[in-house]
Each structure stands twice: as C-alpha cells, then as structure tokens.
C-alpha cells in the first residue's frame, strides 16, 4: 500500500541553523509533492511544491527537494528562526489527477532562541 | 487575499445526532475537499468533490457520510449518525488551477 513517512517526529535546532526534515515515500509515483506547516488548532498552510521533474525549488529561506530515484524530499529551513516553530507535514497527491492527497505524519520543529 | 471559511467553528453534538458542516471554498475553485484530524494524529483525506460530484473518497468516507454543494458557494459534509469516534477538527480545502489546495481553519467536531 501507499505509504509516507516522515523521518523525526521531533526536531530541536537553534536559532540561525539550517532545519531539514524528510519525507520518504513507497509504492507512489507521485506527479508532484507538497510541503505544509501547520501551527497547533489549525489548518495546514501550502508553502511549496515541487514537480517530478524539478530536481530543486526555493523561496525566500526555504527549499525544498525532490529525488524520485530515492523517492524523498528534503525541506530545509535556513537561518531558522522561533517563529519557524510549528509542525511541517509532506503531502502527495495520488496518481488520479490530484483528487487524493495524501499527508505524511509530519515533523515537529522546534527553533531555540 | 481570499479565504476558504468553515462554520461553525466547535460543534458538539451527542452520539447518534446529524451535524453539518459549512465551507465557503475560495470563489471561481473548482476542487473541493474534506480532511479531518483527530487528535495527535496526522490529516486524513475523506473525500474530493469536482464538477459536482465525488471524484474520490477514502475508506473513511461510508454511507454515514455524504457532500453536497447545495448552492454556487457552500460545500457541506453531512455525517448522519455521529459515533465518538467521529470527533476530530474536519478541514475544507479548495483549489483552483493550480495544484495548490487552500485550508480553511477548521471545525472541531466534538461527540459525546
């Protein structure tokens, strides 16, 4: 079956370091892959997606990448900061034209000051 | 910058009664969908709404449930008899042409 999974359920990093959080995925072939943050009690927020035949994408202090050999994505956050603290969930729409999207467990950040 | 919306925003309701959920998905969408999250656990797809009707749903989704958008801006999802195990924040999210999909803040759905 499809599966995703995101490496740490926890990451503890200081302030101005580089977070980088991982999704591996088995048994997809996804089109494109997305990464979310979700803050506790709400909605998840989009903030980049990346095509099967993007190898690389970035905007402002985040970047994102897509192996599909390896079937994982690496999200980093550079010169992180506490207000990056939140949880970042990956997320893959399922080969039937984007109807389905999958969401990884996700992966808690937490930045110290 | 337009947003999806959700009323009402804590709904509590006795085990066996229906509930109804409201989303006001982002105007000129076209992709409509329900996730729910319970507790410490991760967001879960229900179900997908296109051209109006379900495009697909997952095995969560069983006859208890059901969509519908019963006018150009409201999607709904009705659960018929709600269990305990049914309480969770339920998510609308909507997308345009773009592969995105925008999250409303959610419904905290709680059964007693």
């Known amino acids: 079956s499809q599966k995703i999974e995101q490496n740490s359920e926890a990451l503890n990093i200081q302030e101005g370091k580089t977070a980088t959080l991982t999704c591996n995925y088995t048994?997809?072939?996804?089109?494109?892959l997305q990464w979310y943050r979700q803050d506790p009690g709400r909605g998840p927020v989009f903030l980049l997606l990346i095509r099967e035949n993007e190898k690389e994408k970035r905007k402002e202090r985040l970047k994102v990448t897509f192996d599909t050999t390896l079937k994982q994505s690496l999200f980093h956050i550079t010169a992180s900061q506490p207000a990056d603290s939140a949880t970042y969930l990956c997320a893959l729409d399922t080969p039937t034209g984007g109807f389905k999207t999958i969401f990884g467990a996700g992966t808690r950040l937490f930045v110290k000051a | 910058e337009p947003e999806v919306t959700q009323t009402p925003s804590h709904q509590v309701t006795q085990m066996g009664q229906e509930v109804i959920l409201r989303c006001v998905p982002i105007?000129?969408?076209?992709?409509f969908y329900w996730y729910r999250q319970i507790l410490g656990q991760k967001v879960e797809f229900l179900v997908s709404?296109?051209?109006?009707?379900?495009?697909?749903k997952s095995e969560i989704f069983d006859d208890q449930f059901s969509v519908e958008r019963p006018d150009g801006s409201n999607f709904t999802l009705k659960i018929r008899s709600t269990k305990l195990e049914d309480s969770a924040m339920y998510f609308c999210a909507s997308r345009g042409s773009t592969d995105t999909q925008y999250f409303g803040p959610g419904t905290r759905l709680t059964v007693l």
């Open positions: 048994n997809y072939s996804p089109a494109y």
């Open positions: 105007s000129n969408h076209l992709y």
């Open positions: 709404f296109y051209n109006n009707e379900i495009s697909e």
